[in-house]
């Protein structure tokens, strides 16, 4: 299944929604989007993935690209991942770098 | 023993056939969603190494081969590429994954994916060619119907 990206910029916030696969071949879409959304000097980008059924290393390489390129001041949130794309995530320590969670904002 | 085998552009539009060839197996293999899935990483980040590595500076991509071969204890995916010779499991592991991203260089993180991913992983150059082996243990059905 091919990739789907929608974007958003709401006030300080800049939001991606990524469904279906996120692999080499569709990676460069994702970073296009990434340095869009880094234009905009969000202090959050949320990524919400709650339809994205697979994500290979170009991917987790974006992720890593995004928090290079937009510092240490901006918090990714990566919202609602399946189990094995959060299992991914986890092998690969972007659990040290992303702040994962159900919604955004958060509930509560 | 099954057999079945995919032949492919090595370009990343062959990466989607690929993963879709490769879950089919798992598939049949009756293996779990997690090892369908580490399964399906391996082959992809192998092939994408292939793509991007391997064939770089070629006028013409070459192709790449998938062969699947099932028995009672075992799926192995074979993914054999024209490339240079790369050997993935002389690769180190990263060493930087606990480190936060802005201080990461990521690289590397394909292979490891692929390699930590699989019960089993052999490489060999065959003939001019990459040959990546990934066996997958399968489910003892025996053994899941004593504990069912």
């Not at chain 1, 006030?11 to 460069?28: Q, R, Y």
Request: charged share 25%; aromatic share 4%; proline share 7%.
């Amino acid at each position: 299944m091919a990739l789907d990206i929608t974007a958003v910029i709401k006030g300080s916030v800049a939001e991606i929604t990524l469904s279906g696969e996120l692999d080499a071949a569709a990676a460069p879409r994702f970073r296009q989007e990434l340095e869009v959304a880094a234009a905009g000097k969000p202090s959050d980008l949320v990524l919400r993935v709650r339809d994205l059924e697979y994500i290979a290393s170009a991917g987790i390489r974006m992720l890593i690209f995004a928090k290079q390129k937009m510092g240490p001041g901006v918090t990714v949130y990566v919202i609602a991942p399946q189990e094995q794309v959060l299992d991914t995530l986890r092998r690969t320590g972007l659990q040290y770098s992303v702040v994962v969670q159900d919604e955004y904002p958060a509930a509560g | 023993m099954q057999t079945n085998s995919l032949t492919v552009p090595a370009t990343l539009d062959s990466l989607a056939p690929i993963g879709t060839f490769v879950l089919a197996a798992a598939d049949a293999a009756g293996l779990s969603k997690p090892a369908r899935y580490r399964l399906r990483l391996a082959a992809d980040e192998l092939a994408t190494n292939a793509v991007t590595h391997g064939s770089a500076g070629a006028a013409v991509p070459g192709q790449i081969d998938v062969r699947l071969e099932m028995d009672e204890e075992t799926l192995t995916v074979i993914l054999e590429d024209p490339g240079v010779p790369f050997d993935p499991s002389q690769v180190p592991p990263p060493d930087d994954l606990h480190l936060p991203a802005e201080r990461r260089d990521a690289g590397g993180l394909g292979v490891y994916l692929a390699l930590e991913g699989v019960d089993r992983f052999s490489y060999e150059r065959v003939g001019g060619r990459n040959r990546n082996v990934l066996v997958m243990n399968r489910p003892n059905k025996e053994r899941m119907k004593d504990e069912g």
